[in-house]
C-alpha cells in the first residue's frame, strides 16, 4: 500500500506544471487523495482533496483558484496543477489518503514532490 | 475559518514526560475531531494519534491525545521520552468548510 509521487521539478515563473500520484496496493477509487503543501522551513496546509471515484473536489478556501486537482482512476493517479507558477510556490507537495473530504485522517502519505520555482 | 495554535517549540529530557496543546480559535474543539502528526527532519508526516485519542497500530502507547473543552484545546503527551521522539508534530482538525494544520511545534528530547 503505497503512494508514489513524481520527481522534483524546477521550473520558471509563469510556466505550468502538472505532478502526478499513483496510488497501489489499494482500492484506489474508494479513498479520498488530498494534496498538502510545506514551504520551505514552514507548516503543513491542506490544498484540497479528491474523490477519484467520482472526481468529487473539494478545496481550501486559500487555494480555490490557485491549483487544479484531478485524478485518472483508470491509472490510479491523481495531480496537482498550476496554470501559471510563481515564485512562492516553491514548497515541498505531499499527496496523502484519507476515508473522508473533511473528516478522517491521512493516513497514507507520498514521499513528496519538491517544486522549485525560479527566474 | 478557525485556526489551531501550538507552542513553537518544547524541551525535555529522555525518560520524561511532555504535553503539546493545540487551541482551536472559534468553535468547539470537542465538534470535531482532532489529528496528530509526526514529521522527523527530511521524512513526510505519519499520524500518531487519530480521531482525538486513537492510535494507529504501530504507535507505541507512550503517544495519548486528549480533549479539554474548558480550555477548547487538545493535547498529545509523550511519556517515556525517547530521542527518536525528537520531531516536529502538527495538530489538524476541520469544520463545514476546511481542514486546518496547527503551525507545528518542534520537540527537542535533551
Known amino acids: 500500500v503505497q503512494l508514489v509521487q513524481s520527481g522534483a521539478e524546477v521550473k520558471k515563473p509563469g510556466e505550468s506544471l502538472k505532478i502526478s500520484c499513483k496510488g497501489s496496493?489499494?482500492?484506489?477509487?474508494?479513498?479520498?487523495i488530498g494534496w498538502v503543501r510545506q514551504m520551505p522551513g514552514k507548516g503543513l496546509e491542506w490544498l484540497g482533496i479528491i474523490y477519484p471515484g467520482d472526481s468529487d473536489t473539494r478545496y481550501s478556501p486559500s487555494f480555490q483558484g490557485q491549483v487544479t486537482i484531478s485524478a485518472d482512476k483508470s491509472i490510479s493517479t491523481a495531480y496537482l496543477q498550476w496554470s501559471s507558477l510563481k515564485a512562492s510556490d516553491t514548497a515541498m507537495y505531499y499527496c496523502?489518503?484519507?476515508?473522508?473530504?473533511?473528516?478522517?485522517?491521512?493516513?497514507?502519505w507520498g514521499r513528496g514532490t519538491l517544486v522549485t520555482v525560479s527566474s | 475559518n478557525f485556526m489551531l495554535t501550538q507552542p513553537h517549540s518544547v524541551s525535555e529530557s529522555p525518560g520524561k514526560t511532555v504535553t503539546i496543546s493545540c487551541t482551536r480559535s472559534s468553535g468547539s474543539i470537542a465538534s470535531n475531531f482532532v489529528q496528530w502528526y509526526q514529521q522527523r527532519p527530511g521524512s513526510a508526516p505519519t499520524t500518531v494519534i487519530y480521531e482525538d485519542n486513537q492510535r494507529p497500530s504501530g504507535v507505541p502507547d507512550r503517544f495519548s491525545g486528549s480533549i479539554d473543552s474548558s480550555s477548547n484545546s487538545a493535547s498529545l503527551t509523550i511519556s517515556g521520552l525517547k530521542t527518536e521522539d525528537e520531531a516536529d508534530y502538527y495538530c489538524q482538525s476541520y469544520d463545514s468548510n476546511n481542514r486546518v494544520f496547527g503551525e507545528g511545534t518542534k520537540l527537542t528530547v535533551l
Open positions: 496523502v489518503r484519507s476515508g473522508g473530504q473533511l473528516v478522517g485522517h491521512f493516513d497514507l
Open positions: 496496493g489499494y482500492s484506489f477509487t474508494t479513498y479520498w
